[in-house]
């Protein structure tokens, strides 16, 4: 309902009421864009905790600045500006951390985190499910092997199908250096995933 | 260009990233070479690969964002926000509840399901209304482990550096039942009015909404329309009213939502509803707005819908 009625309203329209303080015009402003928000901290951080606290600190931000917002870019660069720096500070903390990949050890051995969240259907065909998990984990040892940029660039172009153009624009560098990242993750990724290719 | 240049091309070539130029170069190349070929199927299956490794969000995560987001949100300060300021008794108690029990975190079950589900109803604070508080001064240790204080009513230094804090404890409770329970529904009415939580309303209204037959449905839908200050909950409240229209006195309420309402996305969806029964009251109200609306696309709205009826855009 309500992403129906944000199109046919003036975004712009929107901005200046949440500008002017309305409330209720920014949760319509956000519950335009919020849930690829989440998709994409979900995606980058393999965490709904995590998650959760990206969505949470980017739209506080965006409310507590949106009188900063001048109109002199896309309100979806804007906030995706917003979202991605707080996602590369949460991929750069994990990297000091060594806590990248997505496997954790437990009393029944390493288990992925995100295995609940996947690999429906698979049950009845055991020998899909051991290759699906191998994949799986290789996937997120090759994802590890990548810059938080890298990661971030990869991310946005692969699964979310943003262009480079807006990448660029997005973490504040140039459509040739987004390419660049872009082609450096696809090699480092593919290297360690050739044996599945 | 050659095969060193098109291997490099390849990933921006599969995301479609080139330049038509570079591109058109490069698929010249590809006819013609069967290893640069064999590069291509092989970033095609790579992707593949990943595809299925998106992962989508908990079912609950997104509503559970929101109601924490919001909750945030009409804490702070804003210029011209309807609500006021934070209420500091309730950040002392939120303050005091967190330290004693770190691991509650303040927001409601997501549980918007489809008609006929069971449905399951998270209160926290809402349930307040419906089970006993437990008064009287209690130590800490006292304190329930899944109590949520809802008010602190005094608190008094005592000897020896204790403090006595007496306050107001309610517990959380799982209440799930069917749609057509009438005790469900006097909870999911309550839960409609719920002033503090907007995302409580619009759940509760939207799942309210498909019960519209019930005239007590009908009329906390009409209550929700003319007097809840959030727009996403009028509108809920308008979808329940679909199929009411007929209804002179759901029109008349329509009506003088369209003319008060201050969300254009409110009026535009009055509009869209009231289109529906042609009548000369209705007529009145359209041309009224095409004189007076300042959103140029509820005007806009307002004079194709006069069209839709045949009716004249201007008064004589």
């Known amino acids: 309902m309500t992403a129906r009625v944000i199109q046919r309203l003036d975004e712009a329209d929107l901005i200046r009421a949440v500008q002017r303080g309305d409330q209720d015009a920014f949760e319509q402003l956000v519950r335009a864009y919020d849930q690829s928000v989440l998709r994409l901290a979900m995606n980058l951080l393999r965490s ?44 750069r903390k994990r990297k000091v951390r060594k806590e990248e990949s997505a496997v954790v050890e437990t009393p029944d051995g390493p288990v992925d985190r995100m295995d609940s969240f996947e690999q429906e259907g698979s049950h009845a065909n055991p020998e899909s499910n051991l290759r699906n998990l191998q994949l799986g984990r290789s996937i997120d040892a090759a994802l590890s092997d990548l810059t938080p940029r890298e990661r971030m660039v990869f991310e946005l172009r692969h699964y979310q199908g943003l262009r480079l153009r807006n990448i660029g624009e997005m973490l504040g560098t140039s459509e040739e250096a987004a390419k660049n990242c872009l082609f450096r993750a696809t090699q480092k990724m593919r290297a360690v995933l050739g044996e599945f290719v | 260009m ?51 490794r998106q992962t989508q969000p908990p079912v609950n995560l997104l509503g559970e964002c929101r109601q924490d987001l919001m909750r945030s949100v009409y804490r702070e300060d804003a210029p011209g926000a309807r609500h006021s300021g934070p209420d500091p008794w309730r950040l002392f108690r939120e303050a005091f509840a967190a330290l004693l029990h770190p691991g509650i975190r303040f927001h409601h079950v997501n549980f918007a399901q489809p008609l006929a589900a069971v449905i399951l109803i998270g209160l926290g604070y809402f349930s307040a209304r419906f089970t006993a508080a437990s008064p009287g001064a209690a130590s800490v240790a006292g304190l329930s482990p899944d109590a949520v204080i809802s008010a602190i ?28 329970d009438s005790n ?26 498909t019960q519209g037959g019930s005239a007590e449905v009908r009329s906390a839908l009409l209550e929700a329309l003319t007097t809840d200050p959030n ?24 009506a003088q939502v369209l003319l008060k309402d201050a969300n254009p996305g409110v009026r535009i969806q009055v509009i869209d509803l009231l289109i529906a029964h042609k009548d000369s009251s209705t007529v009145g109200v359209l041309q009224h707005l095409v004189r007076s609306e300042d959103n140029n696309y509820v005007r806009m709205r307002c004079k194709n819908a006069l069209q839709e009826m045949n009716a004249s855009v201007g008064t004589f």
């Open chain 2, 2 to 52: 050659n095969c060193e240049a098109v291997i490099k091309a390849i990933p921006l070539y599969f995301y479609g990233e080139l330049s038509p130029e570079t591109e058109e170069r490069l698929e010249d190349h590809l006819h013609g070479c069967a290893s640069c070929q064999r590069e291509m199927e092989r970033q095609k299956s790579f992707a593949a690969l990943l595809d299925p």
């Open chain 1, 48 to 91: 709904a905790e995590d998650a959760r606290d990206v969505y949470q600190e980017a739209f506080l931000r965006v409310y507590r600045n949106i009188h900063t917002f001048r109109f002199d870019c896309s309100f979806h660069t804007w906030l995706y500006r917003i979202v991605t720096n707080i996602c590369l500070d949460y991929l």
């Open chain 2, 231 to 254: 727009p996403g909950v009028r509108l809920k409240a308008l979808d329940g009213l679909r199929n009411l229209t007929a209804d002179p006195e759901v029109r008349k309420t329509l």
């Open chain 2, 153 to 180: 009513r005094s608190v008094q230094p005592g000897s020896s550096g204790q403090v006595q804090i007496a306050v107001d404890e309610t517990r959380r409770r799982m209440i799930s039942g069917r749609l057509e």
């Open chain 2, 184 to 209: 469900i529904q006097r909870l999911l009415l309550a839960a409609a009015r719920e002033e503090s939580d907007p995302g409580v309303r619009v759940e509760s209204v939207d799942i309210l909404k």
